[in-house]
């Protein structure tokens, strides 16, 4: 399997919220996003917790890989949910999370937020995951366009996080994924500099994954780089 995986503070952020982990040495091969928010650095915590509950519980699971999926989210947004209300400091922090395993020719995936997934081919890229925000809900009623979407004054503004409640709604998803396909993973600090389209040629045109993965962060940081920039991109 051929992975590259990066993170960049972008062109306007002091600091990375951003987290991710690839662990694909065992029989599981495991990739995760998560974009943190809060104050004080909760953030990058809530976004680093997220990844390392969920990652944990994940490789200690047993049984229907869908249900493992959404118990370690579900834990790691009951985990970050108690330790913000424990320190006044990090009240209100929480993360979007993205977490990828594949089987076989499945991908399984765990949503919460909006960062994404996508399915790429050299015909087509395919979002799979929805995003949970006020822009997201605007663009699937259709009463705004993408391209609207990308600059809306309330992009930023999420309907579901990790930590952010006592209880969270985890969307499952499995998808068939074929041999020579891609699967991107990444948080908004590049969907919200970059076309999708232009995803699409960048990683269809690049020579390897590495390659693909370095210029995408170099377009969205060339396009502004107004957020935290995070991709994992991986080949079946």
């Known amino acids: 399997m051929e992975y590259a995986a990066l993170t960049d503070v972008g062109m306007r952020r002091h600091n990375n919220e951003d987290s991710y982990i690839v662990n694909v040495s065992g029989n599981d091969k495991i990739f995760i996003v998560a974009d943190g928010m809060g104050g004080h650095n909760a953030g990058e915590i809530a976004s680093l917790e997220a990844c390392r509950i969920t990652e944990s519980f994940v490789l200690e699971g047993k ?45 399984h995936i765990a949503h919460v937020g ?10 087509s890229i395919r979002r799979v995951t929805r995003d949970h925000s006020i822009v997201g809900m605007m663009l699937e009623e259709g009463s705004i366009t993408e ?35 891609w699967v991107l993973m990444c948080t908004d600090g590049l969907t919200n500099m970059i076309e999708r389209e232009v995803l699409h040629s960048v ?15 170099r377009r969205a940081k060339e396009n502004g780089g107004d957020d935290n920039i995070t991709v994992i991109l991986f080949r079946v």
């Open 203 to 217: 990683i269809k045109n690049s020579d390897s994954v590495d390659d693909a993965a370095e210029e995408l962060v």
């Open 114 to 123: 909006d960062s994404r997934v996508y399915i790429v081919n050299n015909e």
């Open 63 to 107: 049984g229907n890989i869908d249900d493992v999926l959404r118990d370690g989210v579900v834990k790691a947004n009951r985990d970050i949910y108690v330790r913000s209300c424990e320190n006044d400091a990090m009240k209100g922090m929480g993360t979007t999370i993205d977490v990828c395993v594949i089987d076989g020719n499945k991908l």
């Open 147 to 181: 391209e609207e979407a990308r600059v809306h004054p309330q992009r930023n503004y999420i309907t579901r996080a990790v930590g952010s409640s006592a209880n969270i709604e985890v969307d499952i998803i499995c998808e068939e994924i074929h041999s020579g396909e």
